[in-house]
């Protein structure tokens, strides 16, 4: 099996390959070579002893789409996006690698087919920033797409493309909405959304970290680990049982602000709690205002799906991949 992994570089990427490589298989299949694209090369998987291909491109060039295409892989996984304040700060940068990046990626893969028969399975990670307000207390699947802002409406449009490529016949897909990812190591980037990480990974390990919400402030959450785990499922599972819904969300916690400062209490204590600097920040404030609190992922679970139950889980997730399963 050849797997294409599309945004390989960043944070989910990199666990995905990791733990691709670890596996050594997918879906009883084993992967005999990694095609790992991003703008920087991706490192090469430890331990794997099949071909890797590690390649630094910009996804939204046709013919960089074309050729990433042509090695036919069986598995697509397309990862590849700017975040959402970054998207939201450059509309024509959003536009050009979240949209254009994706219908390249489609058109590519319809023009293979063309040559000979070719339908891979094709994951696009969506977000549940397709979602806007007004919003009922629990987000149904069927609840309505009405982004507001410029990163959900490129992630919308994407979920719609591929449900219609795959309807045609030219790809078998499936859009996951993610959760919020949280903890995210590494260091704080351009998502708004980051402060959500922030807050917990940095007094974890001691050093302060900036609250730009309120507490009150409620989300959707799921763990890196989780993450891999939806991705993975979604790559190997019979998708004729979502019909031509073939973009749904993704299970996850439901929590504010102040319950994950309660859990990062009852796990590091009061000592990480105060490294919590609290400083408003209205852009950031607007953002979060307009983005969905909770869902009833049923069908997501019903499909086999899983995420953490607790916050206390989530934080425990990273202590064990990040910190080496116990704190500093």
Same mark, same amino acid.
């Given at each position: 099996?050849?797997?294409?992994?599309?945004?390989?570089?960043?944070?989910?990427?990199?666990?995905?390959?990791?733990?691709?490589?670890?596996?050594?298989?997918?879906?009883?299949?084993?992967?005999?070579?990694?095609?790992?694209?991003?703008?920087?090369?991706?490192?090469?998987?430890?331990?794997?002893?099949?071909?890797?291909?590690?390649?630094?491109?910009?996804?939204?060039?046709?013919?960089?789409?074309?050729?990433?295409?042509?090695? +036919?892989?069986?598995?697509?996984?397309?990862?590849?996006?700017?975040?959402?304040?970054?998207?939201?700060?450059?509309?024509?940068?959003?536009?050009?690698?979240?949209?254009?990046?994706?219908?390249?990626?489609?058109?590519?893969?319809? /023009?293979?087919?063309?040559?000979?028969?070719?339908?891979? +399975?094709?994951?696009?990670?969506?977000?549940?920033?397709?979602?806007?307000?007004?919003?009922?207390?629990?987000?149904?699947?069927?609840?309505?797409?009405?982004?507001?802002?410029?990163?959900?409406?490129?992630?919308?449009?994407?979920?719609?493309?591929?449900?219609?490529?795959?309807?045609?016949?030219?790809?078998?897909?499936?859009?996951?909405?993610?959760?919020?990812?949280?903890?995210?190591?590494?260091?704080?980037?351009?998502?708004?959304?980051?402060?959500?990480?922030?807050?917990? !990974?940095?007094?974890?390990?001691?050093?302060?970290?900036?609250?730009?919400?309120?507490?009150?402030?409620?989300?959707?959450?799921?763990?890196?680990?989780?993450?891999?785990?939806?991705?993975?499922?979604?790559?190997?599972?019979?998708?004729?049982?979502?019909?031509?819904? +073939?973009?749904?969300?993704?299970?996850?916690?439901?929590?504010?602000?102040?319950?994950?400062?309660?859990?990062?209490?009852?796990?590091?204590?009061?000592? /990480?709690?105060?490294?919590? !600097? !609290?400083?408003?920040?209205?852009?950031?404030? +607007?953002?979060?205002?307009?983005?969905?609190?909770?869902?009833?992922?049923?069908?997501?679970?019903?499909?086999?799906?899983? /995420?953490?139950?607790?916050?206390?889980?989530?934080?425990?997730?990273?202590?064990?991949?990040?910190?080496?399963?116990?704190?500093?």
């Amino acid at each position: 099996m050849h797997i294409l992994i599309i945004g390989a570089a960043g944070m989910v990427g990199r666990k995905l390959t990791a733990r691709l490589a670890k596996d050594g298989a997918l879906g009883g299949k084993s992967i005999s070579a990694f095609t790992l694209a991003d703008v920087v090369e991706a490192p090469a998987p430890a331990g794997f002893g099949g071909k890797v291909t590690s390649l630094a491109v910009d996804i939204s060039d046709a013919a960089v789409a074309a050729k990433l295409v042509s090695g +036919r892989p069986d598995v697509i996984f397309h990862l590849a996006a700017i975040v959402s304040g970054e998207a939201e700060a450059d509309f024509d940068k959003g536009y050009r690698i979240n949209l254009d990046g994706t219908r390249h990626l489609l058109d590519a893969i319809r /023009a293979e087919g063309a040559k000979a028969p070719y339908v891979p +399975r094709v994951v696009n990670t969506s977000s549940i920033a397709v979602f806007g307000a007004p919003f009922p207390e629990l987000i149904h699947d069927e609840f309505f797409s009405t982004p507001l802002t410029s990163y959900g409406t490129q992630k919308a449009i994407g979920e719609l493309l591929l449900t219609d490529y795959s309807r045609k016949g030219f790809m078998d897909g499936i859009s996951i909405r993610l959760p919020t990812i949280c903890i995210r190591p590494g260091k704080p980037n351009a998502a708004a959304s980051g402060f959500f990480s922030n807050i917990l !990974r940095e007094p974890l390990v001691g050093q302060e970290a900036v609250l730009p919400v309120d507490d009150s402030v409620l989300h959707w959450h799921a763990s890196p680990r989780s993450a891999v785990g939806f991705l993975m499922h979604a790559a190997t599972m019979d998708l004729t049982k979502m019909g031509w819904r +073939r973009a749904i969300t993704m299970p996850g916690l439901a929590a504010t602000v102040g319950e994950q400062i309660e859990a990062l209490r009852r796990v590091a204590g009061e000592k /990480a709690v105060k490294l919590i !600097r !609290r400083m408003p920040d209205e852009t950031i404030i +607007r953002i979060v205002s307009g983005w969905p609190r909770a869902f009833d992922a049923s069908r997501a679970l019903s499909l086999g799906f899983k /995420a953490e139950a607790t916050f206390d889980e989530i934080i425990k997730v990273h202590v064990e991949d990040e910190l080496g399963g116990k704190l500093p």
